[in-house]
């Protein structure tokens, strides 16, 4: 097992090139390959899970292993289903794990031919594409906004196009939305009809060349760092303000914590700036990926909090609720969990272990997310640092030049 033993700097002076937004890569890269595009895609990430999607769809191998990315298995298993050809679509025993019968019964329903290949609900599948006759379907909104979107992008290719209903409480609405502004950039018409309802026409998409911004998921890991730091300015370029990425909503909440968000042209900057809440209460169902940062963001601080809208962060690449607690543990905080959606410290303590070493559970947002706590604990370990190469490869590299002190043990 790899272990790296993270030391922070006195003050951050930093200008970083983040990784581009892998939601928008992934998007654009179904979107253009239902296009029939060649053109350019310029800014691609080489993360993991982007890497995979690109090997793919450029391949079509009769088996198809996107390893780790979730994204990758709910994209490519729609874009599969109306596509000519018969494959197989695996990932690694992780992957296996995590349900996605919500998808395939919805394909099926629209006239896929989508079946497991092992175990009921759950990946392989084994999937021959066909044109879908069906074209109205009902889920409730609360899972995954993958699965609907994975929907969504191919709606232009079923015959009467899309109509689909969410029943229930909507999460991560946010991420919904940007793949209907990105459909619609590629030629789709595509829109919220009411409150729950989507429609999608039967359009054909339009090859274009695209520019992919950076990624505000990364970028939260440095307002984390600003917020840590006894002095920090951090310049991220790529970034800017009218962004359809979800996660942009980063820069209003660390306000709450103390950190300023200039917008120029091309960058942002941060900066230590304000004095930060006694206390943050945020419900992140619109943006369940930024929970990891806040939460070791709060107890760093010593600011009690309670987050709601976690729900999802079971099905990630690990159990994310499961993760924190323990390894907040061993940091010396006591998080209570409530409900399976809520995850709360009101301040209680235990012994911290003498030189913790965070454990990292396949999932990349362990890693990045905790990384920061060094520079209030003066140094940390993480266990298994590799595993940020599915969404930030550079992360480690970019950590140093901005002057933390990292060594293998």
């Known amino acids: 097992m790899k272990r790296i033993r993270i030391t922070p700097p006195a003050g951050i002076n930093a200008a970083v090139q983040l990784p581009s937004s892998k939601s928008i890569c992934n998007r654009v890269l179904i979107l253009n390959a239902l296009a029939k595009g060649n053109n350019d895609i310029q800014n691609l990430s080489d993360c993991d899970d982007t890497q995979v999607m690109t ?11 996107i390893k780790a990315a979730g994204t990758a298995m709910r994209f490519l298993t729609a874009y599969l289903a109306v596509t000519e050809g018969t494959h197989i679509i695996t990932g690694t025993t992780r992957m296996q794990q995590r349900p996605i019968k919500v998808l395939v019964d919805a394909l099926n329903a629209l006239g896929a031919s989508i079946r497991y290949t092992t175990r009921e609900g759950y990946p392989p599948l084994n999937i021959t594409g066909q044109t879908l006759t069906k074209n109205t379907i009902s889920l409730p909104g609360d899972i995954s906004s993958q699965y609907i979107s994975a ?33 619609k950039e590629f030629g789709a018409q595509a829109e919220w009809i009411s409150d729950n309802q989507l429609a999608v026409s039967p359009k054909s998409y339009v090859p274009r060349s695209y520019f992919i911004e950076s990624d505000w998921s990364a970028a939260s890991y ?45 960058s942002v900057v941060l900066k230590k700036q304000g004095t930060p809440l006694p206390r943050l209460e945020y419900n992140f169902v619109d943006q369940p990926d930024l929970a990891q940062t806040f939460v070791v963001t709060c107890a760093m601080m010593d600011i009690p909090f309670r987050f709601s809208g976690l729900q999802s962060l079971k099905i990630k690449e690990t159990d994310r609720m499961y993760a924190l607690i323990t390894e907040m543990r061993k940091l010396g905080f006591v998080l209570t969990e409530e409900s399976g959606a809520v995850l709360s410290w009101n301040g209680q303590r235990c012994n911290p272990e003498p030189s913790p070493a965070v454990d990292t559970y396949e999932d990349h947002r362990m890693a990045m997310a905790f990384a920061p706590a060094a520079i209030r604990l003066k140094e940390l370990r993480i266990n298994n640092p590799e595993v940020v190469s599915k969404s930030y490869p550079h992360y480690w590299e970019d950590l140093g030049k901005a002057g933390f002190f990292i060594t293998e043990e």
């Open 55 to 65: 090997d793919a769809l450029r391949n079509m191998p009769d088996i198809i292993d």
């Open 151 to 183: 929907l969504l992008m191919i709606g232009p290719e079923l015959k009467g196009g899309l109509q689909l209903t969410l029943t229930g409480d909507i999460i991560s609405r946010p991420y919904i939305n940007l793949t209907l502004e990105l459909m």
């Open 222 to 266: 440095w307002y984390e760092i600003t917020a840590l730091s006894g002095q920090a300015s951090v310049r991220l370029p790529g970034l800017f303000r009218n962004s359809f990425q979800g996660d942009a909503k980063v820069a209003e909440l660390f306000t709450r914590l103390g950190v300023s968000t200039a917008f120029h042209e091309d």
